[in-house]
């Protein structure tokens, strides 16, 4: 007999690191007889609701895609744009708005990085490819690149690859590039002044959102510093181990 959906053969795959922790919405339905996460933080949750359904913890998706640039392409890559920045600024995606003050970040951007570093990468997100300051990035002579659109299979191809060019990765919101950007031994920086996420798709109770807020806030705190201290580098390995494995 032909079936027509894919979940009948393949497990759920969860799409990224789910730092609200919620269960998924298609936890019950029964074609999703198994749940494929990259950490063991939803393993309990999900058995919880699911008592008999297998659960796999994989790791960070991006150790399985493959090398955009052999060694010594990348090489060349680097030696050419010596030390690199890859910034990933706060952006939309379908139902969530952000906001914060952007002239403002883009001179705090380069007041952080300008004196020690060479090149900085700024990361072009498909949802937000008209954003204004984008234009403001490449006026202050920062460059462009882009993973390209979510869905297309080498998304997360290109996403290694402009994380594997980078000597620091940096940001104003929280998102799956912390987690891969550690598994591929690059150091992470966030902005204490950090970006506003609303998302109508992912309301949260009151429970819930303590939960949530607490964990941003120990992620803003973890990486806070380029010359983390002891008890940053142990809040970092913990909070790794926790959503990527």
């Not at 949750?45 to 060694?71: F, I, Q, W």
């Not at 498909?126 to 659109?149: C, H, M, Q, R, T």
């Not at 959102?209 to 120990?218: L, S």
């Not at 510093?225 to 181990?241: A, C, R």
Request: glycine share 4%.
């Amino acid at each position: 007999m032909k079936c027509d959906n894919e979940r009948f053969i393949f497990p759920h795959f969860e799409h990224g690191a789910d730092l609200r922790e919620k269960i998924l919405p298609n936890m019950y339905e029964e074609l999703n007889h198994s749940f494929v996460y990259q950490a063991p933080y939803k393993n309990k949750s999900t058995h919880k609701e699911r008592p008999m359904c297998p659960v796999y913890n994989v790791g960070p998706y991006v150790l399985y895609a493959k090398k955009y640039y052999d060694d010594n392409k990348l090489s060349d890559i680097k030696e050419k744009n010596g030390r690199t920045v890859l910034l990933f600024p706060a952006h939309t995606f379908e139902g969530a708005e952000v906001t914060f003050d952007k002239e403002k970040f883009v001179k705090d951007v380069f007041n952080q990085f300008k004196d020690d570093y060479d090149t900085i990468l700024v990361s072009v997100y498909w949802n937000d490819v008209d954003d204004p300051i984008y234009d403001l990035f490449e006026k202050e002579g920062a460059k462009l690149v882009s993973a390209g659109f979510r869905g297309d299979p080498n998304f997360i191809v290109r996403l290694r690859a402009m994380i594997e060019m980078a000597d620091v990765v940096a940001s104003n919101l929280t998102g799956s590039y912390i987690g891969y950007a550690m598994a591929l031994d690059k150091q992470v920086f966030m902005f204490r002044d950090k970006a506003d996420l609303y998302d109508a798709t992912n309301v949260l109770d009151d429970i819930e959102e303590a939960r949530y807020q607490k964990t941003i806030d120990e992620i803003f705190e973890a990486f806070s510093s380029l010359e983390p201290t002891t008890e940053q580098l142990m809040m970092q390995k913990n909070l790794y181990e926790k959503f990527w494995g």
